[in-house]
């Protein structure tokens, strides 16, 4: 709990000592007091811009108000010295009786060490994933999938009320596109002897998806149906009927077995949204209409003609009149179209109406994970959701960049099931889900990735997975070794043995978690879970490897039990760390390595 982060409570009383010290400011003052570990760990444990942050409102020099500050903070129990640095910072060391309280602490609260209160119970949705129902899951989805997975536990254990969720594109052009293709594996299930290009001249825009994995779907609307979608023809056998007369329902057919796939992919990689919902059910219940109405109603609708786009000449732009939103008035470079010309909804308007539905359902907050090509159409919804909530939920967007898969040092490009991508399913097949999982959230999400299959299962320090999981094996062993003793065992074992740097760093490390789970889910970037547990990894193997060079450093030594107490309490501790650091990755910690 928030209790057991020592730089919230270290913040807190900063915070109180320096109202005393300047009992005229009023409490909102102090709100950008910040309490983190220094940039150079030389200069001790923690540092504070309490005084920097304060001494304009105060009318005092920022390096005096820090030695006044210091002084106070020196004086308290847990503090080993607080010193002014630069401009108005203070530097504390923290004594090692207060360290070493905390190794119980972590031990008695075990894997929910490190949740927190940020949220203060705040509903918020997170959708990711929102892939069109078109096809398998591919790599590119897969990334989206592990990052919006991450953040929503991230933000749960950061203390928000998560919503998972999934909104499912089945309203659009691309659809239409998936109802041809399955209606041509369809008339192949039937044993027409129609060629493929010869059908794909027949349907709009040609046969977009090709992929094997329609075959089963063609398959089972022959079993579903039977031979009343197609047309009996003497040249082919079977051939196409009006569209009219089949399009909705095969489309409608395919959509459901996609998303029967698309569950079945995200629940290998061990992604479970709790909800489903259906952009062409909101345009069917009249959502568009409702947001058009309420956005009208607040003087945020007019008609209007665009300016042509940048890049465009005018002979390439034809101005007409449409229903526009005010973007621009929320912080959108230009006012958007929410009609087509056939009067239907554009793409960003059944947004618009997806948004309204989220905010009719009570979250305070909202959340997108997009691809990078989806960038800029971020100010566009932020203003649309500024809008439809009068500036009261606010939207965030994260953003993961492409994946490149390689092999042998070479591009994996293909996949036999899909046709032309490397699926989610081909991953995990290859690497296994933890791995893929873990490799995903071990670089920003915003940052192009490279995904070595190569080096994703080597044993090297080089492998982030490995690194991390080979520590948590270590550590089970040790503890094995031990016999196991309960964790309300080890929590009263004396620990003033710990005294050698290297135990004291390892538990400097473990006391910064409460804090990172907290700045990760603020910033939205749950990749820093991942870096978070490398450091605690490397942390414990230099302790171990002192271990086997000094044997009086080792974990366990029959001829000294209380000092073997002592370290087997910071072994398991470190252990729960890692395990709370894994659960918010979705990543399951191995017992040994094989």
């Known amino acids: 709990m928030t209790d057991h982060d020592i730089f919230a409570a270290l ?22 007091v910040q309490m983190e570990p220094p940039r150079d760990p030389s200069h001790g444990d923690m540092a504070t811009n309490a005084a920097l942050v304060v ?37 504390l060391r923290l004594r090692d009786a207060f360290l070493l309280a905390q190794v119980p602490v972590i031990l008695a609260e075990g894997e929910r060490y490190g949740d927190g209160q940020a949220g203060a119970g705040r509903r918020v949705d997170v959708e990711y994933v929102s892939a069109n129902p078109t096809g398998p899951m591919h790599v590119g989805h897969c990334r989206g999938a592990v990052v919006g997975d991450a953040l ?34 369809y008339l192949q299930a039937l044993g027409t002897s129609m060629g493929e290009e010869a059908f794909a001249a027949q349907v709009p825009g040609g046969l977009q998806y090709r992929g094997e994995y329609l075959i089963p779907v063609g398959e089972a609307l022959r079993q579903r149906f039977g031979d009343s979608l197609a047309r009996r023809d003497e040249v082919h056998g079977f051939a196409m009927r ?22 079945e992919d995200l629940a290998a990689l061990g992604v479970f949204q709790d909800v489903f919902v259906s952009e062409a059910e909101l345009v069917r219940a009249g959502k568009l209409e409702q947001a058009e109405a309420l956005l009208a109603d607040r ?3 007019y ?47 059944n947004d618009i109406a997806n948004h309204l539905h989220k905010i009719e359902r009570g979250f305070a907050e909202l959340v997108h994970v997009w691809g990078a090509d989806h960038g800029g159409y971020v100010k566009r919804m932020q203003a649309a959701v500024a809008a439809l909530s009068g ?8 953003l993961t960049q492409i994946v490149h898969v390689v092999k042998d040092g070479q591009p994996v490009r293909m ?10 399913r081909d991953l995990i097949d290859e690497v296994g889900r933890d791995a893929v999982r873990f490799t995903m959230l071990a670089r920003k999400a915003d940052a192009q990735m490279e995904f070595d299959l190569d080096k994703v299962v080597e044993q090297s320090r080089d492998n982030p997975v490995f690194y991390v999981q080979y520590a948590h094996a270590r550590i089970r062993s040790v503890l094995r070794q031990a016999g196991d003793p309960p964790a309300g065992d080890l929590t009263l074992a004396p620990l003033g043995s710990l005294t050698e740097p290297a135990e004291l760093a390892l538990l400097r490390r473990l006391t910064t978690w409460p804090r990172i789970v907290e700045a990760a889910a603020l910033a939205r970037e749950p990749h820093r879970i991942a870096f978070f547990l490398h450091d605690l990894a490397s942390d414990f193997h230099v302790l171990w490897n002192k271990g086997r060079d000094d044997a009086t450093l080792r974990f366990i030594r029959a001829d000294e039990p209380e000092a073997t107490r002592a370290r087997l309490a910071l072994v398991a501790a470190t252990g729960t760390v890692i395990r709370s650091g894994l659960a918010v990755m979705g990543v399951t910690p191995v017992e040994e390595m094989r």
């Not at 109202?19 to 409490?27: I, N, V, Y």
């Not at 105060?58 to 080993?80: D, H, S, T």
């Open 242 to 263: 009006p569209p009219a007369e089949w399009l909705g329902t095969v489309r409608e057919f395919a959509v459901g077995r996609m998303m029967e796939m698309i569950r």
């Open 391 to 398: 500036g009261t939920v606010p939207l965030d967007v994260v």
């Open 299 to 301: 003087g945020l609708i």
């Open 303 to 349: 008609r209007g003609v665009l300016e042509p786009p940048k890049g465009k000449t005018p002979e390439d732009w034809e101005p007409r009149e449409q229903t526009l939103f005010r973007a621009s008035q929320f912080g959108d470079e230009v006012d958007r179209p929410l009609r087509k010309s056939d009067g239907s909804g554009t793409y960003f308007a």
């Open 55 to 91: 001494a304009k409102q105060a009318r005092q020099a920022p390096p005096r108000l820090a030695a006044a500050l210091a002084e106070r903070l020196a004086a308290l129990p847990e503090v080993e010295s607080a010193t002014p640095a630069g401009p108005g910072f203070v530097n």
């Open 152 to 185: 929503a536990n991230l933000l749960a254990k950061a203390g928000w009320a998560v919503t998972k969720e999934y909104y499912v594109n089945d309203a659009g052009a691309q659809v239409q596109a998936l109802g041809y293709a399955a209606y041509w594996r």
């Open 11 to 32: 913040r807190a009383r900063t915070v109180a000592l320096l109202a005393e010290l300047l009992p005229d400011l009023p409490g909102e003052a102090f709100a950008r």
């Open 415 to 424: 996949s036999k099931r899909a046709g032309t991508y490397v699926t989610l």
